[in-house]
């Protein structure tokens, strides 16, 4: 018996939905085919406050509605695709890793950030850890690439690319808008609630003892657009 879809399941459908829809209205000239995508952003607001609140929600969905009609940009600049993000799994001299512990969630992570224009994705790397945390690194390489939203720690499409990283400078100044608690850990006594390690942990705990592996990624799911139920 197929079980029913989940809460991430739901909100990725809504957001998949919406994002057809939007890319549709940045580049369609005709009033028909404006009104029928529009249809479909109602349909997925609808989706989402589901996943969101396990109900129908009227307000809350032409909320969404209308922040995904003001997003719409013509032409080229309005296809929609998802933000990217960054990750650092930095180490140390004794082989620990830095975590922080997110004042938004109480969750325990190491230290991520938006992409911002103008830097590139190391740079990024570099500049976040720094600011969040104080510790000053050297990325050393990528090591994965996350689609957050199905893992449940994004609510919107964002990938996020995890770099390895070592520590070269710096000392341990915690942001205190960011983090509420962070510190050095082995892989022994991770901090709870951390999230999602059995995914990422075997990666970067190979990366520091030296192991090089190919970098990794989301099993492909079949069909791709529907997938296994969260």
């Given at each position: 018996?197929?079980?029913?879809?989940?809460?991430?399941?739901l909100?990725?459908?809504a957001?998949s939905?919406?994002?057809?829809?939007?890319?549709?209205?940045?580049?369609?000239?005709?009033?028909?085919e404006?009104?029928?995508?529009?249809?479909?952003?109602?349909?997925?607001?609808?989706?989402?406050?589901?996943?969101?609140?396990?109900?129908?929600?009227?307000?809350?969905?032409?909320?969404?509605v209308?922040?995904?009609?003001?997003?719409?940009?013509?032409?080229?600049?309005?296809?929609?695709?998802?933000?990217?993000?960054?990750?650092?799994?930095?180490?140390?001299?004794?082989?620990?890793?830095?975590?922080?512990?997110?004042?938004?969630?109480?969750?325990?992570?190491?230290?991520?950030?938006?992409?911002?224009?103008?830097?590139?994705?190391?740079?990024?790397?570099?500049?976040?850890?720094?600011?969040?945390?104080?510790?000053?690194?050297?990325?050393?390489?990528?090591?994965?690439?996350?689609?957050?939203?199905?893992?449940?720690?994004?609510?919107m499409?964002?990938?996020?690319?995890?770099?390895?990283?070592?520590?070269?400078?710096?000392?341990?100044?915690?942001?205190?808008?960011?983090?509420s608690?962070?510190?050095?850990?082995?892989?022994?006594?991770?901090?709870s609630?951390?999230?999602?390690?059995?995914?990422?942990?075997?990666?970067?705990?190979?990366?520091?003892?030296?192991?090089?592996?190919?970098?990794?990624?989301?099993?492909?799911?079949?069909?791709?657009?529907?997938?296994?139920?969260?």
């Amino acid at each position: 018996m197929t079980e029913p879809a989940g809460e991430r399941t739901l909100r990725r459908w809504a957001e998949s939905l919406a994002g057809i829809a939007q890319t549709g209205l940045a580049f369609t000239e005709s009033q028909y085919e404006r009104e029928r995508f529009e249809e479909i952003l109602h349909i997925a607001g609808d989706i989402k406050t589901h996943a969101d609140h396990g109900h129908a929600d009227g307000d809350q969905a032409e909320e969404h509605v209308h922040e995904w009609v003001r997003t719409v940009n013509p032409g080229r600049a309005g296809y929609v695709t998802p933000k990217v993000a960054v990750g650092a799994a930095v180490t140390n001299d004794k082989g620990e890793l830095l975590l922080i512990q997110r004042a938004d969630s109480g969750v325990w992570l190491y230290p991520t950030g938006y992409c911002d224009v103008g830097y590139s994705a190391v740079e990024v790397v570099v500049k976040e850890v720094l600011e969040e945390t104080g510790i000053e690194v050297e990325p050393v390489r990528l090591i994965g690439i996350l689609d957050t939203m199905r893992h449940g720690t994004s609510r919107m499409p964002l990938y996020s690319m995890l770099f390895f990283c070592r520590q070269v400078g710096g000392e341990l100044n915690l942001h205190p808008l960011e983090c509420s608690d962070g510190g050095w850990f082995t892989r022994d006594a991770l901090p709870s609630p951390i999230f999602g390690a059995d995914r990422w942990g075997p990666s970067v705990f190979a990366a520091i003892d030296g192991e090089v592996r190919d970098v990794f990624y989301d099993d492909l799911r079949s069909p791709v657009w529907r997938g296994g139920h969260s």
